[in-house]
C-alpha cells in the first residue's frame, strides 16, 4: 500500500531523444552472480612497443602501410573499412511493393584517430593540450569528410578497452562515415525537432535547465559543458555531456569551447577510472548534425558514454535476453549512479 | 565499375519486422584481431552438484527457498524478479505536455524455467521427449500468466553461456511478463498489422514462402517449422525458426506441433554446437501475440537465436560503437552464415 518512487519501484522511463522507453529495477541491484566474470588484463603496457600496429614508425597489419614517426595524433584510413568511397551504386526490392529483399549500396569512409604515440595513455591520463588536439583532429575531420559530396553523417566516436570491442589496444578513436544518416541518428534529429516545434524550445536546452536546478543526476560542469547520468540511461554509468548552449557540431565551437569539450572529457574518463580503480572500458559518441549540405537548426551537440561494467571491475551488465527482445533493463537508478560518479576525485587513482 | 552485389559491396539491408536498417559488409571479414577473446570455461560440469542453486533438492541463493526433486522441467519465480506484481501505480510527467522526466510504474512477474535435473545437459545434448517436455512447460506458463489481469505479455527467453549474460551454470530459461507491451513487440506487431493490411498476405507467410524457393538463406525445416538465417540477421549466426502456418502462440499449437518444435530447437542448437565444437552462447527468444485479452489476427510466431560468435569459439562480434550509437552492422553475409550452419551435422560433437 505504499506510494509509487522511482527510486524503489520498478517502472519504465521515457527516452525523448530516441522516442523509446527503458525498463528500470531498482530493487534488483543484489542479486547473486554466478555467471561471467570479466577478465582485466594488468596495465602494464609500455610507452612503445614494435608489435603495436599503430604505435609510431611501426609498420600496420598486413604489412603494407607503415606509420609515420608521429608526435601527437595520428589520423588515417582504416585498413579494413566497414564502409567504401567505391561501393557501386545499387539496389534490391522495394518496401513500398512488400518486398522482403531489400538491400541498398551505401558508400563511405572509416578513419582512425591514435589519440597519441603513447601506447600506455588514454585520455584521463593524458596532458590536457594533447587532449585539445584530438578535439582539433576531430574537428578537421569532420570538416573535410562534411565536404565530400558521397558523406551526410559523420559518426566520431570511441571503443575502449578488450570488454568493449577494442581491436587494438593502442589508445584510439574512430570515425565512420556515411552517405546514409544513421537509423538513430535520423530518429533523434526527428524528436528533436517535432519537440522544438511543438513545445517552442530546444529539448536539450530545456533539459539542460532542468538538470541544473534538479541537480540530483549531475556529474561535474565547466563553462560550456554539464555531464549528466541522464534521467533515460541504460547503461548502468552512462553519462551525457551536453553543450550548454545549442551548437549543432565541432565546427559552430570556438576554441575556448573545445578547450572545454577536452576539459570534461578527461575529468568525466578519469571519474570512470576511479570508479573501480581501473581503465574503464566504454563506448563514447559524438551527436552531431548531418553534412548533408542542409542546415540542422534542431541539432543540439552530445557527447555520450556507454560503459558496461555495473558492480566492480569484473562483472559487467549485458544486455541480452529481455533486452535485445523487448526493450533495455537497468538495475540502479541514474540518480545512485550520479551520486557515485559525482562524488568521485578526478585526480585519477594512479597519480596519487 | 563493377556491378553491385550484395555479396560482395557494403549495403544496408531492411528488417521488415523491426523496420529498421543495418549495415553489412561483407568485405570485412578478414580484419585482424588484437582485441579479447573469449575464456570459454572447459565443460566438465558434473550432473549434480550441492553448489548449484538451481540443483534438485539443493537451496537457492540467499537460503530460504529449497528446491524440490524434480525430475524433469522445474518452473518458479526467479527470486530476482526485474518486475514485480505489486508495484503501486502511479507515474510521474506527460510526453505530451513536454515533459522530459517521464516515469511510468509498471507491473509484472519473473519465472524461471530449469530445462531438466541435470546441471551437465544443455538442449542439444537432451533426450528428445525431455525438450519436448520444456516446450509443454512454457506452455503450461504462457497459458497461466495469460490469464493475470496485470499481464499483457509474455516473454520466453533463454540466455546461454557465460558470454551471453547467464548468472547460472544450470541449464535453464526465463520468462518476463509485463503489464506493457515492450517496445520491440509492440513496434512488430503494428509493422505485421501495416504490411498485412497493404498487401494482403501475412509478411511472415509470405517470407516463408520465398525463402523456401530461394533455399540460399535455409539452415533446416520439419513439417511445422523452417530455420533461415533471416535475410536482416544482426548476429553473425544468428537464426529464426517460422512457423510454415501462421499461428500466434504456443496456445494454438497441436501437441504434434510443439513435438516439431522440440525437435528443430534441438536441430539449431546442435548445429550451433558443431560450429566451433563449443557449447554455442546465444540469447533465445519466441515472438508471440500480447495476452491483453484482445484478438491478435497479425501476429506470426518464431523462435530467434542472437548468438555472439563471429570467427571462432573465442572471438565474437560486439555490438559497440557505430552500432549502438548509429545502426547495427554485420560482417559475413547472412547467406554465407547459412552455407556453414547448413553443411553442419545434426549428431552432436559430443557424440561421435
Ligand atoms: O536474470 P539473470 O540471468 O540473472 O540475468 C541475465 O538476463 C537478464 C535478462 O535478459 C539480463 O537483464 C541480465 O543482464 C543478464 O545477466
Ligand atoms: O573497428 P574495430 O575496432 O576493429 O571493431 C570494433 O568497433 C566496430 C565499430 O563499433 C565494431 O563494429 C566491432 O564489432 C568492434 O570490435
Redo the contacts between chains.
Sequence with gaps: ????E?SE??????N?LRG??I???P??A???????TE?IPPDTRPEYDPND?LGPGNFR??GKAQNPNYTDTFVFDN??????PD???????E?DK?D?????????RCRVVCFSPKLNLTIPEMEREDVVKVVHAWTDEFLRLAKEPYINYV?I???KG????????HPHG?I?SSG?I????KKELENLKA?EE??G?G?LE??VQ?ELI?KERMVCQNNSFLCVVP?WALWPFETMVISTEKVASLAEMSDRMKEDLADIYQRVTCRYDNLFKTSFPY?M?L?QCPTDGTSHPYSHFYM?F?PPLLRSATVK??????E????G?R?LTAEQAAERLRNLDEVHYRKK
Design positions: 500500500g505504499s506510494e509509487f522511482y519501484h520498478p517502472h519504465r522511463r521515457y525523448p523509446e522507453w525498463l528500470c529495477s530493487h534488483r543484489k542479486r547473486p552472480w554466478q555467471g561471467a577478465e600496429y597489419s598486413g585498413d579494413f573499412m566497414a564502409l567504401l561501393t557501386p551504386d545499387g539496389s534490391v526490392g518496401i512488400g522482403l529483399f531489400v538491400a541498398r549500396a551505401v558508400k563511405g559518426q566516436f570511441e571503443n578488450e570488454m568493449m570491442g577494442c581491436s587494438n589496444p574512430q565512420w546514409f544513421p537509423a538513430e541518428a519537440y511543438k513545445h524550445v529539448m530545456k533539459y532542468d534538479k534521467f563506448s559518441g551527436r555520450v556507454y551488465k549485458f544486455m541480452v535476453g529481455f535485445l527482445l523487448c526493450e533493463q538495475d
